[in-house]
Structure formats: structure tokens, C-alpha cells
């Protein structure tokens, strides 16, 4: 660094201008973090992180005021940034309480791995433990380390707004929600105030035009603040797609056209109701029944409806034949983060009793629904009628009837081969309808079949319709949706009618219920599946489970036994549990990615990407961010080469130019050819026949006509390239990589008032 280099970064000025960035991109940072509270909690890390922040970008302000070397500026960030985390996470078994040791980085990993843990079982907001704060300060404090060179030592806040804004949106990307003015605001102004620092240390010698310049962009900043903040909620909103589902800022709602996938892929798991039960285990939830298929897509029902009274039946008794045992149940449910017209019931229901507002029943499939209310705070009580035939007596039944319309047997004519093909080859062995569904539904369930949420998108086939089916009858990987649909189609081939429901599987049991006479249940929205029913004559629609790894499979013991029976929608125990008997976890949706259930969590599972993933991609996406400005800069270079080596000596300056506005060398508007030609050899090493002969060219086309000469082209193609490596070999290390990484001559033209700046602290 040169002595005039020190004094322009003591003047008052300079030193102002300094603070200011520092002080604005504290705020910036800060304001870019706000969105990140609703994911995570604050506590003591909020404050541990704001301390790290000041400490780290105060330490790179007093390195610049004292015109240390960046490298220098660097070292000093990162030894506090190593020291401050050991202090606050590992003094235990640190030197001095603040020097990690061998041990203190051991410790490390098991930090990372609980991190990971609580953001795999955590529901935002969550409250993180040591490792997840270790994590977040960490993060925070590089990323301020990495911020403070790009503003103060590359002078590219424009670029350090990006980052910042990008930071500000995860949170948002990953749990949809409402803007967050204040925090915008705030962000706002924090960058507009870096900017316009920085543009007016850049024009400190043009007074005039940096008022007039001040005054456009404040009105340009006012007006886009304004637009931002006030006019867009303005806007009309796009509609509330009718019980579309997944996760967001008014809660999850429930799907009824099979668009299952987007809403099990949700990052965010949520409990959407708690149910009291005095069956033996909790039971299915039925929302939507969806009867007609074109072919492409499954409808909801709209059939007649009754009005639910506030007392007394809703639906009649189900028409059952005599000898079928019944069984009756009681369900109290509460619905919390649910907005859906759809009500969950436990079926088959027979009566439901305290629910607000204007409701309606279905007889024909026994779902509720509102013509404008909502399912959300809803408490209300439900009986149900399940009828308990013998493995004998549906085995005897035949299945359909004269009272089921053609919508639940209808085909399109051009159903794929594959489909009804599959279906006679799997039942070819079956005396009766019921042992034939029960051959497809083994055979789903069996491991020629795997449970994925993400094949089906890979691979195209996310979808109910005949192609879909028939895909997933190859592929063998799917999720409920998938097996439903198949299901109920190839019954449809077998002549069988079917049908498919939307709802939830069985919650998870809450550890008040432990113990209790009635047990509470908590359902999530990972639990939203779909499942298929076949109707029996004398006994009705009767659920089956063809999902690979969830639910429990329909099954109903022989009579002789005195075993009770298990369905989909029936309350579930095994052959030998007690009436009173209480499961300590259910079936759910959450992390399953293949064949097993999820076992050991009475908090109800949640679905994650696995961390390490998720860490991966965010490196890789960091990397190729990174990479943009060099690979952008690498290919002017060749551009600009390139037309050199045709004969242009302009390019071959300019080549000369921008390589040295990259690693900070001044390269002034008012300075001649000569002028710059003479300081690259005498201050930087430059060698002199290369560059007399690029000046020499440059002056010789700029005042003489007809200068152009083809055939010096490759000899000044080459002078370039030979200068600018030179320049490059007389710089530190660091200062070559930054500008490779963070080419300055992509935004500072030669001759500006940036590029007339000397060099930088560390160039």
C-alpha cells in the first residue's frame, strides 16, 4: 500500500464514509434476518449473533482505519469469529475459556448433526437447542465476514444487496406466509443507505451533481418503497383455490382432486386437529369421496345434500344386513390449523353435533361440507355405525347393487393394457371379490413396491389419470395417490364399483391420553392421505390400504376365531389387543421415502429433505453463484482477446485496462495512453515492450486514419495477455483470487470516478 493510499484512508472523509458502511450493513444484515424468526425462535443466540456481527464488522472498520492490508483485515474477522465461538459454545474445553483445542473441535460435528435434527423433527417456530444456535450465530457471523469485503473491500453493495435479499426470502420460500413490511422496510432503507454512501464517496469531487443525483434516487427509492409496500396488497389476490392443500400462512386446507404431492412435500408440518376417541385406536378421517373418473381426473362427489341439524342425526343408520355385528363409537374432535369447506369425520358417520355455522351432509358418501364456512376452530362431536362382518360373511357377498349409480363402474374405452392386464393376472386365483381386492392389496403392499413422494415427479407421472396408473404399474414407486387410483381402477376393470376418499390417517396418540378412559389423538398435515373402497351388498363401502408402508391393511378374521376385524376407515387393534388397549404411536406420512413404517414419536412425524442433502445443494447453489461473475468475466476477456488478435488495438487496451481495474490498479478518465502505459512499468512491473507496443497502437488508431493493421494482431493478442499476467503476478494471492471471483471490471468502467480510486486496502 503507498503512502497515498494511507492518507486518503485517514482523511475524515474517507474515515466517515467507512463508518457509515459498516454502521449500514450491520443494519442490513440485521433487517435481512428479521424473516428468520419465523422459522426460528429468538433467544440468546438473537442476541449472540448481533454480538458477533458488531464485533467482527468493528474489527474490519479499526483494520481499515489503521490501513492494514485486507488480507490482514481477514485474518483478524476470522481468528474473532473462531474465538467468539468457542467462547460461546465450547469454553468448556477451550484454552483460557476462548481457545478452541482439539477437543473443542470435536465437538463440532455432534453440534452440526443436532442441528440437523432439530430442523428434521422441528415445527417452526422452533426453538433451537446449542446445536441449532451454534449453527445459526456461525452462519450469521461468516456471512458478515463475507459481506464486509465485498462492500468495504470491493466496493459492490449492489452485489451484497442481492445476497442480502435472497437471505431475507428462504424463510418465506420455505414457509409461505404475509410479507413482512417492517422487515422489508428496513432492508429497504438499509440498502438504498449503503448505495448511496458509496456512490457519494465515489463522487466526493462532484458536489453539484451528487445533490442532483441524491434527490433522483431518493424519489426512484420513495416511489419503489411505496409501490412495494402499499400498492401490491392493492392488487386483487389470487383466489383461495378451493381446498387446495399444503402449508402456509392461513393453515393447511385439504385437497379433493388427488394434488396430493405438493401438499405431503411441504416443508412444514402442522397439527391440524386433536380427536378424543372412545374406539380402541384412532380411527381414518373422511373429508372428500371422489366417485367420477374420465380418465384423467377424479371429481368429488356433488350429490344431494341434507342440512346438519344442531341435534339429532345427520344420516340414517346404514342399510346392514341382520347377521353383521356393529359396532359404535364416539369421536369429540377439534380442529385447529385447518381451512377447508371439507369437514373430517369418522365414518361411517351417523351423527354430528356442534359445529358453527351453515353445514351440509352427503348421505350417499357421508362427508360434511359448507357452502362458504370453514373447518378451522371448529369443535363437534361424531357418532359412527361401522358394521364387523366375518371373513366368512364378505367373502359371501357379491359385490354392487341396483342402488350405486354408473358413475362408480364408468371406464374410459381406451384404458391402457397394462392396467386390466395387471389386475386378472394378480386376482386369477381368487373365489371371491373380497379375496381378490385382498390379492391387490397384498401385492401393492408386498416389496415390488416402494413409497416415494419424489419418483413420481422425477420420473412424470405425478398424477391419478390412466397413464399415470399405468406408469406406476411399471415404475413401482409412488405415493397414496398412486396406489388409490390403481386400486380403484383396476377393481373398475374386475367390474367391481369403486371409489376413492381424501382425508387423514390415524393421528398420534398425545401423551395426556395416556392412561385416560377416552384417548387423545393429534393429527398432522403430513397425515392428508387417500385410500380406496369397494361396496359390498348388505354391509356397503368397505375401505381397503393398498399404500406401500402405511395404514394398517384391511383384513377380517373368520368367524370361528371370535377375532375382531381391521379396515381402513375402522378403528384399528390387533387380533389380539383388548377393547381397551391403547397404541402408543399410529401410521403416518411423515419421512417416509420407502417401504416401513415410522415408528418411536408420539409427537406426530414430520416430513424433511435429509440435512445433509439440503446442506449439499445449498453449497452447490452458493458455488454456482459464486462462479457466475468469473465465468461472465472469463468469456470478455476472450471476447475482447479475440478481436485483438483480428487487429483491433482498442480491445487489446481495453483487455490491458479491465485486468488492471480488477485487481485495483487506477485507471483514471483524464490519464493518456502514455501516462497509464508509464505507470504500469515503473509502479507494477509491467514489461516495457509489451506495453509500448499496445500504446503505440492504441495512439496510432486513435489519431491517424486508416491505423488499422491486421497482421499485428496475434502481437497484440499476445502483449495483452502477457501484461496481464504480469499485473497478476505482482499482487498477493488473495488479491489475485478476489479478482477472479469478484472481477471489479464487470460494474467499474475504465475512466469513472470508481476506477480513478487508488488502490485498495490489500491490493
Not at 357418532?383 to 364378505?394: G, N, S, V
Amino acid at each position: 500500500m503507498s503512502a497515498g493510499d494511507v492518507t486518503q484512508l485517514r482523511t475524515p472523509r474517507r474515515r466517515r464514509d467507512a463508518s457509515l458502511l459498516t454502521l449500514g450493513l450491520f443494519a442490513a444484515i440485521a433487517a435481512a434476518m428479521l424473516p428468520v424468526f419465523s422459522v426460528m425462535a429468538p433467544g440468546s443466540w438473537t442476541v449472540q449473533a448481533a454480538f458477533l456481527t458488531a464485533a467482527l464488522l468493528g474489527a474490519g472498520l479499526v483494520a481499515r482505519l489503521c490501513a492494514l492490508p485486507a488480507l490482514v483485515a481477514t485474518v483478524i474477522e476470522l481468528g474473532i469469529w473462531v474465538f467468539a465461538l468457542t467462547a460461546l459454545f465450547g469454553r468448556t474445553t477451550a484454552v483460557l475459556g476462548f481457545i478452541p483445542s482439539p477437543a473443542t473441535v470435536s465437538t463440532v460435528p455432534g453440534l452440526v448433526s443436532a442441528a440437523s435434527e432439530e430442523i428434521r423433527t422441528g415445527v417452526a417456530p422452533v426453538a433451537p437447542g446449542v446445536g441449532l444456535a451454534f449453527v445459526l450465530v456461525a452462519a450469521i457471523g461468516a456471512l458478515a465476514i463475507v459481506l464486509d469485503h465485498v462492500v468495504l473491500t470491493a466496493r459492490m453493495p449492489l452485489l451484497a444487496a442481492v445476497g442480502l435479499v435472497a437471505v431475507s426470502l428462504i424463510p418465506t420460500i420455505a414457509i409461505p406466509a404475509d410479507v413482512d413490511v417492517p422487515g422489508f422496510v428496513l432492508l429497504a432503507l438499509a440498502l438504498l443507505f449503503l448505495l448511496r454512501v458509496d456512490t457519494r464517496s465515489r463522487h466526493a469531487g462532484s458536489r453539484s451533481r451528487g445533490r442532483g443525483a441524491s434527490a433522483t434516487a431518493l424519489g426512484i427509492a420513495a416511489v419503489a418503497v411505496l409501490v412495494a409496500v402499499v400498492a401490491t396488497p392493492l392488487l386483487p389476490q389470487p383466489a383461495l383455490r378451493f381446498a387446495s392443500g399444503g402449508t402456509g400462512g392461513y393453515g393447511t386446507t385439504i385437497n379433493p382432486n388427488l394434488e396430493l404431492g405438493n401438499d405431503l412435500r411441504q416443508p412444514r408440518d402442522v397439527d391440524v386437529l386433536t380427536l378424543q376417541t372412545d374406539a380402541p385406536t384412532p380411527p381414518y378421517l373422511r373429508a372428500v369421496t371422489l366417485s367420477s373418473f374420465d380418465g384423467s381426473v377424479w371429481q368429488p362427489d356433488r350429490n344431494d345434500t341434507v342440512n346438519v341439524p344442531d341435534d339429532g342425526p345427520v344420516f340414517a343408520a346404514p342399510e346392514i344386513d341382520p347377521d353383521i355385528a356393529v359396532a359404535q363409537y364416539t369421536t369429540d374432535i377439534s380442529v385447529g390449523e385447518l381451512d377447508s369447506p371439507w369437514l373430517p369425520v369418522p365414518s361411517p358417520a351417523t351423527t354430528v353435533t356442534g359445529l358453527q355455522g351453515d353445514w351440509l351432509g352427503m348421505p350417499d358418501n357421508r362427508t360434511i361440507v359448507s357452502r362458504a364456512g370453514s373447518s378451522r376452530d371448529q369443535d363437534y362431536e361424531v357418532q359412527t355405525f361401522a358394521p364387523r362382518p366375518t371373513l366368512e360373511q364378505i367373502r359371501a357377498r357379491p359385490v354392487g347393487g341396483s342402488e350405486l349409480g354408473d358413475a362408480v363402474r364408468a371406464l374410459p374405452a381406451d384404458v391402457p393394457a397394462i392396467i386390466g392386464d395387471t389386475a386378472r393376472e394378480i386376482t386369477a386365483g381368487a373365489s371371491s371379490p373380497y379375496d381378490a381386492l385382498i390379492d391387490l392389496q397384498t401385492w401393492f403392499r408386498s416389496s415390488a413396491f416402494r413409497y416415494s413422494l419424489d419418483a413420481p415427479v422425477e420420473a412424470g407421472f405425478d398424477g391419478a389419470g390412466l397413464d399415470a396408473v399405468a406408469d406406476f404399474l411399471q415404475a413401482r414407486t409412488g405415493y397414496c395417490v398412486h396406489y388409490a387410483s390403481a386400486f380403484a381402477v383396476m377393481a373398475r376393470t374386475l367390474d367391481m364399483p369403486s371409489r376413492i376418499v381424501v382425508g387423514y390417517l390415524p393421528g398420534t396418540l398425545s401423551s395426556s391420553g395416556i392412561g385416560q378412559e377416552r384417548s387423545t389423538f393429534t393429527v398432522t398435515s403430513s397425515q392428508l392421505h387417500a385410500w380406496p373402497e369397494v361396496y359390498f351388498q348388505g354391509i356397503g363401502w368397505v375401505p381397503f390400504e393398498p399404500t406401500n408402508s402405511l395404514g394398517v391393511p384391511t383384513s377380517f378374521a373368520s368367524g370361528s376365531t371370535g377375532s375382531t376385524t381391521t379396515a381402513p376407515n375402522a378403528p384399528q387393534q390387533s387380533q389380539s389387543a383388548a377393547p381397551g388397549s391403547q397404541p402408543t404411536t399410529a401410521p403416518s406420512l411423515g419421512n417416509q421415502d420407502g417401504p416401513g413404517l415410522s415408528s418411536g414419536s408420539t409427537s406426530g412425524a414430520t416430513r424433511a429433505i435429509g440435512p445433509g442433502l439440503l446442506i449439499a445443494a445449498g453449497i452447490a447453489v452458493l458455488l454456482l453463484i459464486l462462479a457466475v461473475p468469473a465465468v461472465v468475466r472469463s468469456l470478455r476477456r476472450r471476447s475482447r482477446l479475440i478481436a485483438a488478435r483480428a487487429g483491433d488495438p482498442v480491445a487489446a487496451w481495453a483487455a490491458v485496462q479491465d485486468d488492471a481495474v480488477d485487481l485495483g490498479i487506477p485507471v483514471p478518465g483524464g490519464e493518456s495512453p502514455r501516462r497509464f502505459a508509464e505507470r504500469l512499468v515503473r509502479d507494477h512491473g509491467a514489461d516495457p515492450d509489451d506495453v509500448d507496443l499496445l500504446r503505440a497502437a492504441v495512439e496510432r488508431v486513435s489519431y491517424a486514419e486508416n491505423a488499422l493493421d491486421a497482421t499485428a494482431g496475434p502481437l497484440l493478442a499476445d502483449a495483452a495477455a502477457r501484461v496481464g499476467a504480469s499485473l497478476r503476478a505482482r499482487v498477493t494471492g488473495p488479491r489475485r483470487v478476489l479478482a477472479r471471483v469478484v472481477p471489479r471490471s464487470l460494474v467499474v468502467r475504465p475512466g469513472t470516478a470508481a476506477a480513478e480510486e487508488r488502490e485498495r486496502v490489500g491490493a
